[in-house]
């Protein structure tokens, strides 16, 4: 199975204030769990649906995997999907693009436009 080279992070706007400043250390789950939690493409709209249905003022942000290295590792999550999770911060020269959350016509979680 090829795995993709970019995965999101849903943050919220004082989360993204942080990794505008230089990196976010992560969201209260994230620190309990010991990772930041990352979501592929194919991922994203469920995530969002099911941790953030109620937060107004999201954010995305697409992370460069490749850029992570070692620190990020996939492990099965809910359902038996693999799940990027990331071992560090994450820093804003591994982030490719960031947008506010938008939705696409058909209810998806819109991604973040990469240069």
Not at 89 to 105: H, I, K, Q, W
């Given at each position: 199975m090829t795995?993709?080279?970019?995965?999101?992070?849903?943050?919220?706007?004082?989360?993204?204030?942080?990794?505008?400043?230089?990196?976010?250390q992560g969201a209260p789950i994230d620190i309990q769990d010991?990772?930041?939690?990352?979501?592929?493409a194919a991922q994203l709209t469920e995530t969002v649906d099911r941790h953030f249905a109620d937060e107004p003022d999201l954010?995305?942000?697409?992370?460069?995997l490749e850029a992570l290295g070692d620190a990020i590792r996939w492990e099965?999550?809910?359902?038996?999907?693999?799940?990027?999770?990331?071992?560090?911060a994450l820093t804003l020269d591994t982030v490719v693009a960031y947008s506010p959350?938008?939705?696409?016509?058909?209810?998806?979680?819109?991604?973040?436009?990469?240069?």
């Amino acid at each position: 199975m090829t795995r993709p080279a970019t995965a999101y992070k849903v943050l919220t706007a004082p989360q993204m204030a942080d990794l505008e400043a230089g990196s976010f250390q992560g969201a209260p789950i994230d620190i309990q769990d010991g990772y930041i939690h990352l979501s592929t493409a194919a991922q994203l709209t469920e995530t969002v649906d099911r941790h953030f249905a109620d937060e107004p003022d999201l954010w995305v942000a697409a992370v460069d995997l490749e850029a992570l290295g070692d620190a990020i590792r996939w492990e099965v999550s809910r359902g038996g999907a693999e799940f990027p999770h990331l071992y560090g911060a994450l820093t804003l020269d591994t982030v490719v693009a960031y947008s506010p959350l938008e939705r696409a016509e058909d209810g998806s979680v819109a991604l973040p436009v990469t240069g």
